[in-house]
């Protein structure tokens, strides 16, 4: 059973930094493309980042350029987001999403499953 | 980036009823449209990918349409379980994005 379970969310001041992780089971990590998607509190979906099955290419939404950073440990089957400058507008709940398949493949950039998300606060 | 709207925000449906939602994309996707569901307190949840395919384990009363820039997701008969929001996603173009989100409620 494919299981993504992530940690690291919690309250933070703005202007500081946080670090997600999300462990995965139950499939070969290193194959399967990784994504980041976070939801406001009451609203939609917002996609974050994403990452190559080997960490290789990496891609992000606007809106977090520059702050943010993906990475995975393919040794440790965890994806990792680095979140810096956070501010108010970061606040949602991050999900942790196992893409369908790798970046080139003739699947991927769909998202299934997803983890149960944790939350991030940006607040003083 | 490519805008994805979704319509109605709302929908009042009962349990039975055929529920038909859509999607339009501010330029074309080909048919790399997806569509979730997502119920209260938990993660979204992979119905149909490139437009018309059923992910793994969901019901054949879910079916997708479309290509280019208009879509449709359709309920043919409303289980009590299928209240809930559904979501579209592209991946026709970085970056990824997903539509407003459409809430299917009991009417």
């Known amino acids: 059973e494919v299981q993504l379970l992530e940690s690291g969310g919690g309250l933070v001041q703005p202007g500081g930094s946080l670090r997600l992780s999300c462990v995965v089971s139950?499939?070969?990590?290193?194959?399967?493309?990784m994504s980041w998607v976070r939801q406001a509190p009451g609203k939609g979906l917002e996609w974050v980042s994403g990452?190559?099955?080997?960490?290789?290419?990496?891609f992000y939404a606007d809106s977090v350029k520059g702050p943010f950073t993906i990475s995975r440990d393919n040794s440790k089957n965890t994806l990792y987001l680095q979140m810096n400058s956070l501010r108010a507008e970061d606040t949602a709940i991050y999900y942790c999403?196992?893409?369908?398949?790798?970046?080139?493949?003739?699947?991927?950039?769909?998202?299934?499953?997803w983890g149960q998300g944790t939350l991030v606060t940006v607040s003083s | 980036e490519i805008v994805l709207t979704q319509s109605p925000a709302t929908l009042s449906l009962s349990p039975g009823e055929r529920a038909t939602l859509s999607c339009r994309a501010s330029?074309?996707?080909?048919?790399?449209l997806a569509w979730y569901q997502q119920k209260p307190g938990q993660a979204p949840r992979l119905l149909i990918y490139?437009?018309?395919n059923r992910a793994t384990g969901i019901p054949a009363r879910f079916s997708g349409s479309g290509s280019g820039t208009d879509f449709t997701l359709t309920i043919s008969s409303l289980e009590p379980e299928d209240f809930a929001v559904y979501y579209c996603?592209?991946?026709?173009?970085?970056?990824?994005?997903f539509g407003g989100g459409t809430k299917v409620e009991i009417k």
């Open positions: 999403a196992k893409d369908v398949g790798d970046y080139g493949a003739n699947l991927y950039n769909w998202f299934d499953p």
């Open positions: 139950g499939f070969t990590f290193s194959s399967y493309a």
């Open positions: 990452i190559s099955g080997r960490g290789g290419s990496t």
């Open positions: 330029q074309t996707v080909s048919s790399y």
């Open positions: 490139d437009a018309s």
């Open positions: 996603q592209q991946r026709g173009n970085w970056p990824l994005t």
